[in-house]
């Protein structure tokens, strides 16, 4: 063991040895390699972090099911909501009512409330029309959707973070499937 | 000397062109590719996942809300080469999510004292050595309890998951500095522990 001030036994060089060896310089590195009291506490504690691994991987079951991926491909960055599957939908909705609208006149004609219900029918069909595309273009259940990035992202989550902290992450973490 | 041991967890996909490829295919879109990446990851990520609730159940069902997750956000991943500490980071906010609506459950029940009659199941479960493994977890979950959370995280994606630095400061969003300093606190501190020591068994060589 060196008397020199700056490679006497000290064990947080031994610390930063096990965090980052490239932090040390030098006289700390060969400190290290010839010190049999710094050595040994290098090997006990690299032996140790080693030992804690291999423990909790013993001591963790394997998976058993296999992730199931959803049947769509994997989404488009930001596909519109309302796409040409809403064209179609209003342009078959539209056909339909005008279809029945002339079948209505070549049996007698149409009285004014038969008109109205006419147009009413159609703004319900219409509407109706498009609830079921929105679920189209969101087929995951409520559960999916709510862990989606849109969704875990705003300002409910961070009253959510605020009233119920996590333990084991600081709360200014992003949403995880932030771009890098 | 020094950590020649644990040196990243196996792939990464800088040192894996193979992975790379994969990786690059899947974020084209190639269902294949994703899949390739899930049968090398899915193993990790589960462990990863149940060493932090260690509930077999909890942890498959996160497991799947993971892939799912990456699944349809890996045609946004810019950069290929992120994979994995991205990844990591979608399991890590998972887990948090988890974490966080099970403790406003608890609240919750704790408030309506609507609380469970029927029996619980044991989330470790059974086997043979079902107390040891129960003793390792507890005091494990101890020894994280006297870390700050910056420690504590950054402890298990480095010793625990076995990332590497840099890794462990891209899941995290933090510089390497940032991370060697609570690496260094966390690091000491395991060195003061004892409850937790006379728990880890020895490496079979
Ligand atoms: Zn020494």
């Known amino acids: 063991m060196s008397d020199d001030k700056k490679t006497r036994c000290d064990i947080g060089q031994v610390i930063r040895c096990v965090v980052d060896e490239n932090d040390l310089d ?47 491909e994997s989404a488009q960055p930001h596909r519109p909501a309302f796409g040409w599957r809403l064209a179609w939908g209003t342009a078959f909705s539209l056909a339909l009512v005008m279809l029945i609208a002339v079948w209505a006149l070549f049996r007698g004609g149409l009285s004014p409330e038969s008109y109205q219900d006419v147009a009413r029918e159609m703004a319900e069909d219409e509407m109706l029309l498009a609830e079921v595309i929105v679920l189209e273009e969101n087929p995951l259940p409520d559960a999916y959707r709510e862990i989606s990035p849109e969704e875990t992202s705003g300002i409910d989550e961070e009253i959510f973070d605020f009233i119920v902290p996590v333990e084991g992450w600081s709360t200014d973490q992003e949403s995880g499937t932030k771009e890098v | 000397m020094g950590m020649a041991v644990m040196q990243g967890g196996g792939a990464d996909l800088r040192d894996r062109p193979d992975q790379a490829a994969a990786v690059r295919r899947a974020v084209a879109g190639d269902r294949e590719a994703f899949e390739e990446l899930m049968n090398t990851y899915h193993r990790r990520i589960f462990a990863m996942v149940y060493s932090r609730i260690t509930s077999r159940m909890d942890a498959e069902d996160i497991t799947q809300e993971i892939f799912v997750r990456a699944f349809q956000g890996v045609r946004s991943l810019r950069d290929p080469e992120l994979f994995k500490s991205w990844l990591y980071r979608i399991a890590l906010n998972a887990v948090n999510d988890f974490l966080r609506k ?52 950054v402890f298990r994606l480095r010793f625990l998951d076995g990332l590497c630095i840099r890794e462990v400061a891209e899941v995290m969003e933090k510089n390497e500095s940032t991370v060697k300093t609570h690496l260094y606190r966390a690091v000491e501190k395991f060195r003061r522990e004892r409850d937790l020591s006379g728990l880890l068994k020895e490496e079979m060589s």
Do not use: M
Request: net charge neutral; charged share 40%.
């Open chain 1, 26 to 72: 030098g006289e700390q590195r060969r400190h290290l390699d010839e010190c049999p009291v710094c050595r040994e506490e290098l090997r006990r504690l690299e032996g140790g972090l080693r030992r804690l691994e291999h423990t909790a991987a013993e001591y963790t079951p394997g998976p058993v099911r296999r992730p199931a991926l959803p049947v769509e």
């Open chain 2, 102 to 153: 099970k403790r406003l459950r608890s609240i919750f029940t704790l408030f309506t004292r609507e609380r469970d009659e029927g029996e619980v199941p044991d989330p470790i479960g059974g086997g043979p050595d079902y107390l040891e493994r129960k003793e390792f977890w507890t005091r494990l979950k101890e020894f994280f309890s006297r870390l700050s959370p910056s420690e504590r995280e």
